[in-house]
């Protein structure tokens, strides 16, 4: 009798270890950005945010959106800035490229069921060591200390006549073509 208590108190010792040890595995990619040199906390995007973004866009020049094949989400998060430009068919390929493991891998599996899910990817990666070159149009959601940093990284790296979508923060020194809405919901359209 004594054993048997024993062995269930060990049991649900090392059940709850196993599931503080879980949450702990989790939560750490949502709290290490706090001790980044820029720290970029996962946000989601409203409602509002993602109509300013397809409002920008279709409110650009329409023949341009055309020509368009690929667009990239910076910092991709729970992919909804993707999925909503997927029921659009603006583009033929939307990728979103995030830090975050458990985010990117939450995407991911998101995809499952969708229509347009043949044109959807998320990449798991740093964004300053990813290839933006191919895209012809991006967007990010970013906080005021990276922008002039990304400012520099779209100039020297993203294609001639590229488009890139700002939101919440401008770039410091470009000048947008276009911007849509008001305060923290405003966006920023700027082509390289």
Not at 67 to 86: E, Y
Not at 130 to 138: A, E, H, L
Request: proline share 3%; charged share 20%; aromatic share 14%.
């Amino acid at each position: 009798m004594e054993n048997s208590k024993k062995r269930n108190a060990l049991i649900l010792a090392g059940l709850c270890g196993s599931i503080g040890a879980g949450i702990l595995v989790v939560s750490y990619s949502f709290v290490a950005p706090a001790f980044r040199k820029i720290c970029l906390p996962y946000v989601p995007a409203t409602n509002i945010q993602i109509s300013n973004v397809i409002n920008v866009l279709k409110k650009s020049n329409n023949n341009n959106l055309l020509k368009m094949n690929k667009f990239l989400d910076i910092g991709s998060g729970d992919g909804r800035i993707i999925f909503n430009m997927a029921s659009h068919n603006i583009f033929k390929e939307l990728h979103g490229v995030e830090f975050n493991f458990w985010l990117c891998n939450w995407s991911r599996f998101k995809i499952f069921g969708k229509t347009n899910s043949f044109k959807i990817k998320f990449f798991n990666r740093n964004l300053w060591k990813f290839d933006i070159s191919k895209y012809d149009c991006m967007v990010l959601f970013g906080v005021d200390q990276m922008m002039s940093k990304i400012e520099k990284y779209f100039e020297s790296n993203a294609s001639k006549g590229t488009l890139l979508i700002c939101c919440r923060f401008n770039l410091p020194n470009m000048k947008p073509c276009q911007s849509y809405g008001n305060g923290i919901d405003k966006v920023w359209l700027y082509r390289k």
